[in-house]
Structure formats: structure tokens, C-alpha cells
């Protein structure tokens, strides 16, 4: 049997958010473990260093 429901957000709490205008922000991807987050900002910052990124415990 295939689940419907939506998986809830904070099962994954650690997030790497892009800050937008307007003070709005966009989730990039989330993580169970901080050092999963930091590891993938980390590469985040490589490949696109002009986009301000930052990680958030949601």
C-alpha cells in the first residue's frame, strides 16, 4: 500500500535556507544532522559563492 500523506516537515530539522527580498526566504534542502547540513552548505559555497545561504534549526 502506497502512502498519501505528506511526510512532516521536522523530521528533517536542520534546513539550508537562500534569504530573499522582502524578507522572505527559500528552503534549499533539509537534513536530520547538523553535519550533513554543513557539509552540503559547505559545497553550496563552492559552486555558487554569491548566493547567501544560511543553515537554520526549523
Given amino acids: 500500500?502506497?502512502?498519501?500523506?505528506?511526510?512532516?516537515?521536522?523530521?528533517?530539522?536542520?534546513?539550508?535556507?537562500?534569504q530573499l527580498p522582502n524578507i522572505q526566504r527559500?528552503?534549499?534542502?533539509?537534513?536530520?544532522g547538523r553535519n550533513d547540513a554543513d557539509a552540503y552548505l559547505q559545497i553550496l559555497r563552492q559552486l555558487l559563492p554569491q548566493v547567501?545561504?544560511?543553515i537554520i534549526f526549523d
Fill in 26 to 32: 527559500l528552503v534549499v534542502a533539509r537534513f536530520w
Fill in 1 to 18: 500500500m502506497i502512502s498519501t500523506s505528506k511526510p512532516k516537515s521536522n523530521t528533517h530539522p536542520w534546513c539550508i535556507i537562500r
Fill in 52 to 54: 547567501d545561504r544560511v
